[in-house]
């Protein structure tokens, strides 16, 4: 994180003050440098009490008469309206509306997560969030997460959210992470198509670095594969939106269930293929009506993928009301080439497994991290 001490002036004169203090030293009185200058004696009196700027015309006419530099005297203007234009920025750190807004987000959350600076100080939590968005008012992220001001780059409005602060923080993350990272090739469709009988191999082994496997394969397809850890009340599986014409998916480690994540990303791999670049696509966010047609065709892909509606009816078939073995999920995921977990999956979501089988077992961990 930049040290934002840096960029800071803890105090700056007006240049008023430096003038004062050389007329006192040529003994020159306001009236007659005023005729020197040939500016308003009025204009020089404003400026030596602060109330008026020095110009860059002003400047060059300082410096004939006090023999001090012009840049000098638009040096001093320019630290000191930045250093106004600071405090004013601060004094935002005193509204209440304000100070609400950042009670909102799971600081503590963020900052062990090392997204944002640690401070139990509010008003340097204010300043971190505003940093944190690259924002300068709750205005603005309010429009950008709530109000849809940027229509053609973030068409997603999350005012219908259970809690729009968690998540635009969540994605903020993403969009941090995306900044950082380069893809192998550009975004191929065809190239992401290829890839998925590579995927699926994937989910079959689940090797302990699928998470790297999965990143670099997506990579080689123009994909950014975003890992985002999982923070408080921000229910979300996944994500998938363009950064700068480039197709992002941003993954949690939420639910840390192997069937759980493959559905989810085969979920965002679907609205890469299927939908246009100009919506952003939260799974398990409620969307605006004109976007759960296509958050219903994401899941029909995904579902399509683990195993197809063919393969279902089949081991359904099978079963002929039994209820499975465990032998018989084994034998059924060597079939089709796929892990146990999502057999498992599967058959739970159609009713035939109850959720609290034994055969919950097959479910494994993910690790992203």
């Known amino acids: 994180m930049p040290d934002k001490e840096h960029f800071k002036l803890v105090y700056a004169y007006h240049p008023g003050e430096t003038l004062r203090e050389k007329l006192q030293e040529m003994e020159m009185s306001i009236k007659e440098f005023a005729i020197r200058t040939t500016k308003p004696e009025k204009t020089i009196n404003a400026v030596l009490i602060g109330e008026s700027a020095v110009t860059p015309d002003m400047s060059i006419a300082f410096e004939q008469v ?7 005297w638009l040096n001093l203007q320019r630290n000191f309206d930045e250093y106004v234009a600071r405090q004013k920025r601060e004094a935002i750190c005193q509204d209440e509306q304000t100070i609400e807004w950042a009670k909102q987000f799971p600081y503590v959350a963020m900052a062990n997560l090392g997204w944002i600076e640690k401070t139990r100080i509010t008003s340097e939590k204010i300043m971190n969030l505003l940093s944190f968005f690259r924002i300068t008012s709750v205005k603005a992220w309010e429009d950008y997460f709530i109000n849809q001001a940027l229509k053609s780059a973030f068409r997603i409005s999350l005012s219908g959210a259970k809690d729009p602060y968690a998540i635009s923080a969540w994605l903020r993350q993403g969009e941090i992470q995306a900044a950082e990272c380069k893809t192998k090739n550009p ?58 014409n480039v197709p992002c998916i941003q993954m949690t480690d939420k639910q840390k269930r192997n069937d759980v994540f493959w559905f989810s990303f085969f979920h965002e791999v679907g609205h890469i293929l299927l939908h246009g670049k100009r919506d952003v696509f939260l799974e398990d966010v409620e969307h605006r009506e004109a976007l759960k047609q296509k958050e219903e065709e994401a899941d029909r892909f995904a579902a399509e993928q683990l195993l197809s509606h063919n393969a279902e ?20 995921a060597n079939r089709y080439q796929t892990h146990p977990a999502i057999i498992v999956g599967r058959l739970q979501h159609s009713g035939i497994i109850r959720q609290d089988s034994a055969l919950n077992s097959f479910k494994v961990p993910v690790n992203l991290f």
Not at 66 to 72: D, G, K, L, S, Y
Not at 206 to 224: E, I, N
């Open 313 to 332: 009816n089949e081991i359904i078939q099978e079963l002929d009301g039994a209820q499975p073995t465990k032998q018989f999920i084994v034998d059924q």
């Open 187 to 244: 975004y191929s469709e065809a190239a992401l198509k290829g890839i998925i009988p590579k995927l699926l191999l994937l989910i079959k082994d689940q090797p302990d670095d699928f998470a790297v496997q999965l990143s670099d394969l997506c990579s080689k397809a123009g994909v950014k594969i975003l890992y985002t850890a999982h923070i408080p009340h921000a229910p979300i599986n996944g994500c998938t939106r363009w950064i700068d």
């Open 66 to 72: 006090t023999r001090i530099p012009a840049h000098f």
